[in-house]
């Protein structure tokens, strides 16, 4: 069965640090995708990235990058230089390729960013 | 384009009644999902299709139906509602592999 843990539940941070948010997750399969999603206070579920079980290689978009290690089953997210626009629940998510592609959530983290 | 249509977005229900949500894609996915997010919490999936007529239950399916008689919809039926099931209901779309799509949300109270 797929399980998505998200070990931190709220962190705090004061604007300009950087901050990562930790994404552990279990398959059995070999195949599988891993998935960020921001959920900022209006509510709405925003897409960040989609990455496959093949593909190891970081990721680097703006502020935002990525770091998924196979070895320890982690896939974590790191802002840079942190903004009072990036306060949300971030949500790492993981689906497998033979369980009908369901999504399977963490609990989330919600990220505070003070000015 | 309008990616996924949730209504309604609020609604208020009386403990035992009944009620469905619509959820429209215009994208045809052939994947559709219904997800609550009780307050502080995560995602927790309800029903999931993979196509027209083929439906499969989720976590945590007790107390709703669904169906999918065409590509672009997939209702959310609540049968007998209860107090419990006071949340956020998201629909999600999504092609093959791909990242999920989801709609606004219906925020849902059961009195």
């Known amino acids: 069965a797929q399980k998505v843990t998200q070990a931190q539940t709220e962190i705090s941070v004061v604007e300009k640090e950087d901050v990562t948010l930790d994404c552990v997750y279990e398959?059995?399969?070999?195949?599988?995708?891993l998935f960020w999603y921001k959920q900022p206070p209006s509510g709405e579920l925003v897409f960040l990235i989609r990455?496959?079980?093949?593909?190891?290689q970081n990721e680097i978009s703006g502020r935002y990058s990525w770091n998924f290690q196979k070895s320890t089953s982690s896939f974590n997210f790191t802002i840079t230089a942190s903004q009072v626009v990036d306060s949300a629940v971030y949500f790492c998510?993981?689906?497998?390729?033979?369980?009908?592609?369901?999504?399977?959530f963490g609990g989330g983290t919600r990220l505070m960013v003070k000015p | 384009n309008a990616g996924v249509t949730q209504t309604p977005k609020f609604r208020i229900l009386k403990i035992g009644q009944s009620m469905t949500l619509q959820c429209t894609q215009d994208?045809?996915?052939?994947?559709m999902y219904w997800y609550r997010q009780d307050p502080g919490m995560g995602l927790k999936l309800i029903y999931y299709?993979?196509?027209?007529?083929?439906?499969d239950k989720g976590e945590v399916p007790n107390g709703y139906n669904v169906s999918r008689s065409t590509t672009e919809d997939f209702p959310l039926r609540l049968e007998l509602a209860a107090p419990s099931q006071t949340s956020v209901y998201f629909c999600?779309?999504?092609?093959?592999?791909?990242?999920?799509?989801f709609g606004e949300g219906s925020r849902l109270t059961v009195l």
């Open positions: 994208m045809n996915h052939n994947y």
């Open positions: 398959t059995r399969d070999t195949t599988y995708y």
């Open positions: 299709s993979v196509g027209a007529g083929i439906t």
């Open positions: 999600a779309s999504r092609l093959g592999t791909g990242e999920l799509f």
């Open positions: 990455r496959n079980s093949f593909d190891e």
């Open positions: 998510a993981l689906s497998e390729a033979n369980a009908g592609n369901m999504l399977t």
